[in-house]
């Protein structure tokens, strides 16, 4: 793992990568920030799966994904989505193919809000070439844990749920076997166990975003079977879902079923005939909440 102090100049090959991404976006001012940022310094920069990309103003994002669409090295650009961060930042996204990698855009006026935990702190910066890790994470061999570094009380708990369970899939983190994130989990939990919010965004779509956050993450685990019961006995599944949480605490080899599926689509199609709840969605199983 290479450990560079923040302020940096990134190594050749990572300073080219971040270059060319900017050609790309034809974009004078960008970050590549989260795992991608902290992982690829302990690798080649040569062919990255995935990256996530910040820059801005907001409004450029609509002609940078024009320009996009008519890009003779752009395999795909994917439709625009609407975020927000800590409720008040307004995001703009999509997905790009590229060099056979995903390049995940992200356009916002403010690119301080970016990252609720320190290893999404992590970042590279364009044009300066330099490199910023204000946690520190990048000098860990592995990552044994990660911490909330943002307020826990001005998110949607239902997303800032997702980031904890996504980031202990990746990472190999039991989060309820670390003080500080059991006790987060704990609150969070409780927190999107109540939410109730009747805006599109932080109703529909959190959920949505949740139901495909626990399939990717229990199919991204060292062990899926071992991670779901995790979220199943720390209430990550009941929070949202108190039906499928039911059916899976009473039927062991149902867990086991639900982590071998190898899609987001399959995990859901799974689990709501578990419910036998024709009704819902592939990638939705939550019950209405009044």
């Known amino acids: 793992m290479i450990s560079l102090p923040s302020g940096q100049p990134l190594p050749t090959a990572h300073r080219r990568l971040l270059s060319d991404l900017a050609d790309l976006l034809d974009l004078p001012q960008l970050v590549v920030y989260g795992g991608a940022a902290r992982d690829l310094l302990s690798a080649s920069p040569g062919s990255p799966k995935d990256v996530d990309v910040a820059a801005g103003p ?27 961060i800590r409720m008040t930042e ?13 390049v995940d855009v992200n356009f916002l006026d403010d690119l301080g809000k970016i990252g609720h935990f320190d290893v999404e702190c992590v970042r590279w910066e364009h044009p300066a070439g330099t490199f910023v890790d204000p946690y520190r994470v990048t000098g860990r061999e592995t990552t044994d844990s990660f911490a909330l570094v943002s307020p826990m009380d001005v998110e949607n708990p239902v997303l800032l749920l997702n980031r904890l369970v996504k980031l202990s899939a990746k990472y190999d983190v ?12 704990s609150e969070l ?21 949740h ?4 399939a990717t993450s229990v199919q991204r685990a060292r062990d899926g079977a071992a991670f779901l019961r995790v979220c199943l006995d720390s209430g990550v599944i009941a929070c949202r879902n108190p039906r499928l949480a039911e059916v899976l605490a009473r039927d062991p080899s149902a867990v086991t079923r639900l982590a071998r599926t190898t899609s987001p689509d399959s995990f859901w199609h799974l689990a709501n005939s578990l419910t036998s709840d024709r009704s819902s969605s592939p990638l939705g199983a939550k019950e209405t909440r009044r």
């Open 58 to 84: 907001l409004s450029r994002a609509a002609g940078c994904r024009e320009r996009l669409l008519e890009h003779p090295d752009v395999q795909e650009v994917g439709p625009a989505r609407d975020y927000w």
């Open 90 to 102: 307004p995001v703009i996204m999509f997905d790009v193919r590229w060099r056979g990698m995903t």
């Open 174 to 185: 039991d989060y309820t076997q670390v003080g500080e994130l059991s006790h987060l989990a």
């Open 189 to 209: 939990v409780e927190a999107a166990a109540a939410w109730n919010s009747a805006d599109e965004f932080h109703g529909t779509q959190a959920d949505t975003a």
């Open 211 to 214: 139901a495909r956050a626990i």
